[in-house]
């Protein structure tokens, strides 16, 4: 009935790593493998990632699974990120027979207690006829309002049980998002006239309007009202980011110093599908929280405008309520549409030609920055892209311009966990067969997640895994630099050797010493089939600052204190 239930829904793959208590689901899912694919992962944790990443790129509910005890422990973690960054996806947790609760048997752990803090929605069946339903309300749950994961629990003795008859259900797809919502009418009046008498308005969208497939819809006002559009990390590419309208990521992390400028002097923000936190904002300065309008599109109407008092929530699906102000706003004249293109166009020259030469480095040392162009060049600016945090995310996020066709560089803000690119490289892979996705990961990301290279080769997925390694606990040792008197500690542990630990999957991998021979392994590794990997030594933060504005004002002197999330 599970197995039926989400197949009904066009639930089409499975990401899970096996248990004692997911032997009956096992049996199932390998006699319907024609219509629904397992993806053995090699660690429960893994599971969530892909399915996250796949729920990401796709706009399907990704699915994931687990066992009890360890296994749901580990599958947990792994849900936090998706949580945190308001991704809908579907958790299936199998449990301890019922038999068995309050005897402390092997592997028992209060499920429901366990995912409190990482789901939106969870529930225990209690009886094998409650399937259907569960799934239905669990698919529906997870994309209706403020996205996020949803689980469903599933005693042993309940998943191998029998029901009389096969209840009647609808079967919503597990598409995103399950229903469009219109702002109300009185909010997109106010907002309206807010953006008819701006004089310097701008958008800053971020991963909701992704989930929504609001890009069409975003670049339609951006063009009709002539307003220029920055995102998030979250947000990078729902518009092409080449674009004469776009401003690129704006934030404490990987922005252009003109981006942040050019928000920080409008009279009014467009905040679409973002938290607009302290990150984002640049900590609420670009925008500040005095003397400028607010719009929020948001889905939950406990986040609109909620961190800016004073500003105008709009309730509804990102899409939907675009079009809504579109409908509702006159276009902008000809002058002030010519007048907004040349100032970001010369805003764009002149960042260029500011644009630092790489430092002197060590031989065989390269500059993360030169790394991220020659891999655009190599693979092409439309590629898929999963990143880990740490050095990946400020580069990507400045210097990779994104064609603005979907979600296609994915990081992940909401907790920014380590070891996170490897697996999610799986999911977006299994999710598009045949395309090549680019994984930029580091060595400390990738020893907490290794095994699943071995993955990508036992699947024959095209991956290249390019691994930046500059030997250390870098972002966190760059913190100790600027704001604890450069006393380093527990953040220099022992080299590791990514190419071995390829080869050790059945990857095929090199070193790659300049940046003619990353630029031929690149090529090379885009042309085939199959995963391959590049390790790349680059340096630490201290000897070549990444685009970190809060860091720069620090190395700069005009700010001494830490920043906060």
């Known amino acids: 009935m599970l197995v039926e239930a989400l197949v009904e829904r066009g639930v089409d793959t499975v990401f899970g790593f096996p248990g004692d208590t997911s032997i009956a689901l096992y049996d199932v ?30 706009r399907r509910l990704g699915v994931c699974e687990a066992s009890s005890g360890a296994g749901a422990v580990y ?14 996806l579907l958790a299936i947790a199998t449990d301890n027979s019922r038999r068995s609760h309050g005897t402390a048997p092997i592997s028992e752990v209060d499920q429901e207690q366990l995912f409190a803090a990482c789901t939106k929605w969870r529930r225990v069946a209690s009886d094998p006829a409650e399937i259907p339903q569960l799934v239905e309300e669990a698919v529906t749950v997870a994309s209706q309002g403020r996205p996020g994961p949803v689980v469903i629990i599933l005693p042993e003795d309940v998943l191998e049980g029998s029901a009389d008859a096969w209840p009647d259900r609808p079967a919503t797809p597990a598409t995103v998002p399950v229903r469009r919502d219109a702002a109300p009418a009185a909010a997109v009046a106010a907002a309206a006239a807010w953006l008819a008498a701006a004089g310097r308005p701008v958008v800053v969208a971020g991963g909701g309007a992704h989930l929504s497939g ?4 975003l670049t339609a006002l951006s063009d009709h009202l002539a307003m220029p559009v920055a995102t998030s990390v979250h947000g990078k590419g729902v518009v092409d980011e080449a674009g004469p309208l776009a401003l690129g990521v704006v934030g404490a992390n990987g922005a252009r110093d003109y981006a942040n400028r050019f928000v920080a002097d409008s009279d009014l923000v467009l905040f679409v599908g973002t938290r ?22 948001e889905a939950d109407p406990g986040r609109a405008a909620r961190n800016y008092p004073g500003g105008i929530g709009l309730v509804g699906d990102a899409a939907t309520v675009l079009e809504q102000l579109r ?10 549409r010519t007048a907004r293109a040349a100032e970001l166009a010369a805003l764009r020259e002149q960042w260029t030609k500011n644009l630092q030469q790489a430092p002197q480095l060590p031989p065989g040392v390269l500059y993360p920055r030169d790394v991220v162009w020659a891999l655009r060049d190599a693979f092409g600016r439309g590629t898929w892209i999963t990143a880990d945090a740490g050095t990946p995310t400020p580069y990507l996020a400045c210097y990779w311009e994104a064609p603005g066709d979907g979600w296609r560089v994915v990081i992940p803000r909401g907790h920014g966990p380590m070891g996170f690119a490897a697996p999610a490289a ?6 598009h067969p045949g395309q090549r996705v680019l994984c930029l990961t580091t060595e400390n990301s990738l020893a907490m997640c290794t095994g699943e290279l071995e993955t990508a080769k036992r699947l024959g997925l095209p991956v290249t895994y390019v691994v930046l390694d500059n030997t250390s606990m870098g972002w966190i040792k760059m913190i100790q630099h600027l704001y604890a008197g450069a006393r380093y500690f527990a953040v220099d542990p022992g080299p ?24 031929a392994m690149a090529k090379e590794s885009a042309d085939s089939d199959g995963p391959t990997l590049i390790h790349v030594a680059v340096p630490e933060h201290m000897d070549a600052p990444p685009p970190v504005p809060v860091w720069q004002a620090a190395l700069s002197g005009t700010s001494t204190s830490r920043p906060i999330h």
């Open 426 to 431: 799986i999911g977006v892979a299994v999710a």
């Open 327 to 336: 409908a509702a706003v006159p276009a902008a004249d000809g002058a002030v």
């Open 29 to 58: 899912l390998s006699r319907r493998s024609g219509e629904i694919r397992h993806v053995l992962a090699r660690d429960e944790r893994h599971t969530g990632f892909m399915a996250d990443a796949h729920s990401r790129t796709t």
């Open 496 to 519: 590791i050797d990514p190419v071995l630990l390829g080869q050790g999957m059945g990857v095929p991998g090199a070193r790659a010493r300049t940046l003619d021979q990353l630029a």
């Open 75 to 88: 599958l947990a973690s792994g849900l936090a990120e998706a949580y945190a960054s308001s991704i809908p």
């Open 214 to 217: 609001a890009a069409g819809a």
């Open 276 to 297: 607009a936190n302290a990150t984002d904002t640049l900590g609420f300065t670009a925008p500040s929280r005095e003397g400028v309008r607010i719009l929020h599109i």
